[in-house]
């Protein structure tokens, strides 16, 4: 967007889904950056702290900033006048607004806009935490941002001082270890349940091989837990291998079906199989098992006792799209965070990187495209689509 243009055109708020449009016009951006630049104290204080700091007027505009948050860029000050937070950090839902960081339906649940709008409307020090969604050259990522918002009044203007500190790492690694242990604590217990109760079948002699192949499974699952971790520690860091091999759909699917139909999740209900066309993909099959596993799994988790998940594989546009299907429609607040690393519904016992991995798998490493629909009364369908290696195929309705 040419940022000079909108500002002379936008003085007035219009309509925006959250946060307040309009801009200042050039020369007004010009008179409060020589404010910022002619404040040596201020300016020598803010080039002193290791974390990025901006300084923004009262429409969320960068007039200021320290050397840190240039060093980061790589961009000179001048270039970046004007702009919003979310515009140059590359959020997602920077562009999607009538007039840009702030104004898009996915910035009703951003905590830096909160923040900031916190701070500016009370006159006070605000303090919150961010998700923001990247675009980057190699196909997205995720922040997690401490945001301190303070108001500073400079030659009778008021502005806002910006501080961000990058937490990435400390919620990545929080994150990782509350799911590994939470997963493997689980299979660990139900692991001894049943090696007291192979003990006590084995001492009145009722032993029962069906209790020892029970074992085998919980082992086989706990290995897959241990293995799951790995990748995502590994995905994260880019350091995650890939092996692609070709598939095929119907054979993975019907496997994937038969695995988590005997899932915890899926006590009381019903796994589909439907439509399912019979193609083939190159792709790492391991990691195309995990992102439809987590795809299963949430949809299981989400559906109803005496409910119904469906599985499909259709061919769409030369990819084969696989979807995941269940009648819950997930709230609007869920919709635009759902991919985010840290997200979770479920507060502090959440697993918050399901869907997450689900996203980072599937489009970084896989080199598919991952999206979701939930609208009532469809439900919510959750979706992976890659690049088919066969034009030819066939449909056929399967039932698990």
């Not at 030659?155 to 500190?165: D, I, N, P, R």
């Not at 009145?204 to 520690?233: I, K, N, P």
């Not at 995941?324 to 609007?332: E, G, L, S």
């Amino acid at each position: 967007m040419d940022w000079n243009k909108a500002a002379s055109s936008t003085h007035s708020d219009g309509d925006t889904f959250y946060a307040p449009a309009g801009r200042d016009a050039p020369e007004e951006l010009a008179r409060k950056k020589l404010l910022v630049d002619e404040a040596a104290l201020l300016r020598a204080a803010l080039d002193a702290m290791p974390t990025i700091v901006l300084i923004l007027n009262d429409r969320r505009q960068i007039v200021g900033a320290n050397a840190a948050f240039a060093a980061l860029l790589k961009a000179g000050l001048d270039t970046l006048i004007g702009e919003r937070p979310g515009e140059v950090f590359g959020c997602v839902h920077a562009r999607q607004g009538p007039d840009g960081c702030g104004t898009a339906q996915g910035c009703a649940v951003c905590g830096a806009v909160k923040t900031i709008l916190s701070s500016q409307r009370s006159g006070q020090q605000a303090v919150g935490e961010a998700r923001i969604l990247c675009e980057t050259p190699d196909g997205g990522g995720a922040m997690d941002v401490r945001v301190t918002a303070t108001p500073v009044r400079v030659e009778g203007e008021v502005l806002t001082v910006v501080a961000m500190e990058d937490i990435s790492d400390r919620k990545r690694l929080g994150v990782l270890t509350r799911l590994f242990f939470h997963d493997v604590m689980n299979t660990i217990a139900a692991m001894k349940n049943y090696v007291r109760l192979v003990g006590r079948k084995w001492a009145d002699q009722r032993y029962d091989a069906g209790d020892v192949d029970q074992l085998g499974q919980l082992a086989d699952q706990l290995t897959e837990e241990v293995e799951s971790q790995r990748d995502l520690t590994l995905a994260e860091s880019g350091d995650l291998d890939v092996d692609p091999q070709p598939v095929q759909a119907a054979g993975l699917l019907r496997r994937l079906c038969d695995v988590y139909a005997a899932h915890d999740a899926a006590a009381g209900r019903r796994i589909a199989l439907a439509e399912v066309c019979d193609g083939r993909v190159t792709t790492d099959v391991r990691l195309l098992a995990r992102v439809l596993g987590n795809m299963l799994r949430n949809a299981l988790e989400a559906t109803e006792r005496g409910g119904v998940v469906t599985v499909r594989c259709r061919r769409g546009g030369g990819r084969l799209v696989f979807e995941v299907h269940n009648d819950a429609v997930m709230p609007d607040d869920v919709q635009m965070q759902v991919f985010q690393r840290s997200f979770s519904t479920k507060a502090a016992t959440g697993r918050g990187i399901g869907t997450h991995s689900i996203k980072l798998l599937g489009e970084r490493y896989l080199g598919g495209e991952v999206g979701f629909t939930s609208r009532a009364p469809e439900g919510t369908t959750f979706w992976i689509a890659l690049p088919s290696d066969w034009r030819e195929g066939r449909s056929s309705e399967l039932r698990v």
